[in-house]
């Protein structure tokens, strides 16, 4: 009996041994956001039989008082640092981490630092352009603390290719390109309702474009009077938004749709109402978004402005991408007008839309299932310093 129990106990450190640990420091809804649901979607889906998932929420609600609001991210960071100290002798371990953008940085930094000396496999998983498309102190701080044997999570192969050549201290790359975190919705391409109803998804904030959409819809009501529609959903950010939204609502009375925020079958509703999703962000921490794939899932075309690298999601059409430079409001009514009296045009662009999409969803789920065979395998030798730009 004692000979059996001692069977047991050494199967099941041996089983243990063979599992992977991961510690995920990341928000969680509520609130609901884009990157707490991607946080979300990554739990689900790593939480595996050979992977053990630790969650550390780092999530923090806003504070009008903004060193109460720092003392609070400060004290939910120290909590992750605990959990890594208390997980420090697990065998196989990991610590994937969605990096703050801005000064938040320093924060990930910390984290990763707490990490790296206590010998965790780092995954830096990188939501925001602005230091991937231009240079940041913070940014080569985090690299250089993250060591070279770190991991970096982004959503596009051009936002790879821009990091590694902005830090040498990058040399490991997972791409997720964002339609991974999407569910395929439509079965079809859709067919044009006239005049097409225009849609706008997002927080509502100059810099996502609410300003240069509206400008749209009073383009086209000048450029083809008519009865032009724009269903506008999202959560005002600022006094200043508000007050201009506010103010369109006045001007176009009935022609424009405001719902505010949008989850479930809100949401779904919201791209069951539209025909063409409007989206001219000029967001200095976007990558992909979010809304661009969940409008492609129901073969609504886009028209978006080729900000960092939301241009990727439609390199194979369904929709349009004005490259900088160009002028927006005047290609856009352009090209609805011309879908409009082309209906069989508009149908190609539909269907377009939802072949890119399920392709880069198909592509998405082996990027993700590249990412959880990573954070599965035992702990091997490490990665020779010198082999660079490596991506699985």
Not at 74 to 84: G, P
Not at 101 to 122: E, K, N, T
Not at 277 to 292: A, C, D, G, M, N
Not at 370 to 387: D, F, K, N, S, Y
């Amino acid at each position: 009996m004692h000979n059996r129990d001692n069977d047991l106990k050494n199967q099941n450190a041996e089983e243990n041994n063979k599992k992977s640990f991961v510690i995920l420091v990341g928000p969680r809804t509520p609130p609901v956001t884009g990157l707490a649901m991607v946080s979300e979607w990554l739990i689900a889906k790593i939480n595996r039989k050979n992977i053990d998932v630790c969650i550390s929420d780092i999530t923090v609600k806003p504070t009008k008082i903004r060193i109460l609001y720092i003392l609070k991210r400060i004290y939910s960071h120290l909590r992750s640092a605990i959990k890594l100290v208390q997980n420090a002798t697990k065998p196989n371990k990991n610590l994937l981490i969605h990096v703050n953008g801005d000064f938040g940085i320093i924060f990930s930094a910390g984290i990763s630092l707490v990490g790296r000396v206590l010998s965790y496999q780092l995954f830096l998983y990188h939501h925001s352009s602005r230091y991937v498309r231009g240079p940041s102190f913070l940014a080569r701080m985090l690299m250089a603390i993250s060591g070279k044997q770190a991991w970096h999570l982004l959503a596009a192969d051009s936002m790879a290719q821009d990091m590694a050549r902005r830090y040498e201290n990058a040399r490991h790359f997972l791409v997720i390109d964002n339609s991974a975190f999407v569910a395929p919705t439509a079965a079809q391409p859709r067919m044009l309702r006239q005049p097409p109803t225009l849609g706008f998804l997002s927080n509502l904030a100059v810099g996502k474009g609410v300003d240069t959409t509206l400008d749209l819809l009073r383009a086209l009501h000048r450029r083809a009077p008519g009865p032009w529609r724009l269903v506008m959903a999202g959560r005002t950010l600022d006094a200043q938004t508000d007050a201009l939204v506010k103010a369109a609502a006045v001007e176009f009375g009935s022609a424009l749709d405001l719902r505010g925020p949008v989850w479930a079958d809100q949401k779904d509703a919201f791209f069951q109402d539209i025909d063409i999703l409007i989206f001219p962000t000029s967001y200095k921490h976007e990558t992909q978004s979010l809304v661009v794939p969940e409008a492609l899932s129901h073969a609504i075309p886009v028209l978006a402005y080729d900000h960092a690298y939301v241009g990727t999601l439609l390199a194979s059409g369904g929709g349009r991408v004005f490259p900088p430079g160009e002028e927006f409001l005047h290609g856009a009514v352009e090209q609805i007008i011309a879908w409009s009296a082309d209906p069989d045009s508009y149908g190609d662009a539909s269907s377009r839309a939802l072949a890119h999409f399920l392709a880069a969803h198909a592509e998405g789920q082996r990027q993700v299932l590249a990412l959880e065979q990573r954070l599965g395998e035992t702990r091997q030798a490490p990665v020779p310093e010198g082999e660079n730009g490596k991506r699985g």
